[in-house]
């Protein structure tokens, strides 16, 4: 057996006490108490026996590690190419330049990153070093410009923190319709409720009633946005000004398409769901907020708006209201008990809190999206799946370093475009969405 894995004196002396206490219950067979005795004796001399040797293998695994260690260092110091220094300087000799190492230096000064990590992986392998400082030399501390400073390199810069992706919230609690090609999109829609048939008896005239139907023309706009970046900040920064570029696009469509969808005035853009609602008339419910009663709570004016959406038989399905009124109405409660109406970690009305953007389990099975879109003290709730929102070919980034004068000033373009449809009237004055505009006290 190897040296290192022979055991430890303090093993070996439990191992001893092993065979002594085994001597032990061998003799104490029919004392039963003894024996007992003796079974504790043994689990606390096994624990120690089980430590020792985790910490042994332990030892012996570094032991092994330092030993392969060292017989690695003394194999790879007699491997190292021979110096190039005859290369350089005093003339023609009779070594040849080696090719190799010229082309990997190229490589190594390439702008291409992965070409430059190529190239310095040659030379290392080639053994390619800096030469050491001479004992004798005076040191250059690099603490002023001309004590080196101006070779000191910049700062490495850690990968850019983007803000957070926002979702499109209100716009994917729609039936989204994507690929609309044309100008726009013809709405019909029914201007009058259903009314219930009556019975008619024999013989007698039935009923006769007309019906209307009415139409709205949903137009594709054009979202769009552009950033310039100079190209030197595009080579220099390897991709993070891209990076960041591509973000703040997808940003800003997410947010606008949001933004239309709610707030779009009608005139020379999409007709928003406020617009159409308004801020009174059979679309607005009232409601009393309140921050410590039931009733004025914000999961009570929800019940109001959901009830006059199914008065005119249409199914609710969501409810979206102002993110920072959503959090602030979490923390409404009776303070004489039980405390919190909603609980935090998901009673009351069983639903939990959600990130903005993203849509979760509201009051009632209702899903509930929230949004810094959405205006304060706000909300609507409806059938939003009944409603349609309609984009063209889809959301694109065109780049150019040509366009306009972006070539004589060496900027890139990044243009994000998009085609959006929406019109929120046909849906609101069929009775699918109510509003309340009350929410907080």
């Known amino acids: 057996m190897d040296p290192i894995e022979q055991p430890s004196d303090d093993i070996a002396a439990l191992l001893g006490r092993a065979r002594e206490l085994k001597a032990a219950i061998e003799a104490s067979r029919a004392d039963g108490e003894k024996v007992a005795e003796l079974e504790t004796n043994w689990t606390a001399l096994k624990d120690q026996i089980n430590e020792l040797q985790r ?6 695994a570094d032991a092994k590690a330092s030993t392969l260690m ?29 090719t190799n190492f010229f082309a990997a230096l190229a490589q190594a000064r390439s702008r291409d990153a992965e070409m430059q990590a190529i190239g310095k992986a040659r030379l290392e392998d080639m053994g390619s070093s800096w030469q050491g ?46 690929g609309v090609r044309g100008s726009g999109v013809d709405l019909p829609w029914e201007d009058t409720a259903d009314t219930r048939a009556v019975i008619a008896a024999p013989g007698a005239p039935k009923e006769n009633s007309n019906f209307l139907v009415g139409n709205y023309t949903a137009t594709l706009y054009t979202l769009a946005r552009i950033f310039d970046v100079g190209n030197q900040l595009l080579r220099r920064s390897e991709g993070a000004a891209e ?39 059979p679309y607005v419910t009232s409601h009393t907020p309140s ?3 039931i009733v004025g709570n914000f999961a009570s004016a929800i019940a109001k708006a959901a009830g006059a959406v199914a008065t005119r038989v249409a199914q609710p399905d969501g409810v979206v209201m102002n993110s920072g009124d959503y959090w602030t109405s979490l923390t409404y409660g009776d303070p004489a008990g ?72 060496n900027l890139t ?15 609101v004055y069929t009775g699918y969405f109510q509003r309340i505009t009350n929410v907080l006290p």
């Open 55 to 60: 910490a042994e293998n332990a030892r012996q």
């Open 70 to 98: 060292t017989q690695m260092e003394e194999f790879l110091a007699n491997q190292r190419t021979p110096s190039k220094a005859l290369l350089i300087g005093g003339g023609r000799s009779g070594v040849q330049a080696d």
């Open 133 to 178: 400082v001479h004992p004798d030399s005076k040191a250059t501390v690099g603490d002023s410009d001309a004590a080196g400073g101006y070779l000191v390199p910049n700062n490495v810069v850690a990968d850019i923190e983007l803000q957070a992706q926002p979702g499109r919230t209100v716009v994917n609690l729609f039936t989204v319709v994507n």
């Open 243 to 281: 990076r960041l570029v591509r973000s703040k696009l997808a940003r800003a469509f997410a947010l606008g398409e949001d933004y239309y969808a709610i707030q779009g005035s009608g005139s020379s853009e999409p007709m928003g769901l406020l617009t159409a609602i308004g801020t009174g008339g």
């Open 291 to 293: 921050s410590t009663t």
């Open 338 to 409: 039980p405390g919190f109406f909603v609980s935090p970690s998901g009673g009351a009305f069983a639903f939990n809190a959600q990130d903005v953007g993203t849509v979760g389990a509201g009051p009632w099975g209702v899903r509930l999206a929230h949004t810094p879109n959405m205006p304060s003290d706000s909300l609507v709730v409806g059938e939003f799946r009944a409603a349609q929102f309609y984009r063209g070919e889809g959301y694109r980034v065109d780049v150019s370093t040509e366009a306009g004068d972006r070539w004589d000033k």
């Open 413 to 427: 373009g990044f243009r994000g475009e998009e085609e959006i449809a929406f019109d929120a009237r046909p849906y």
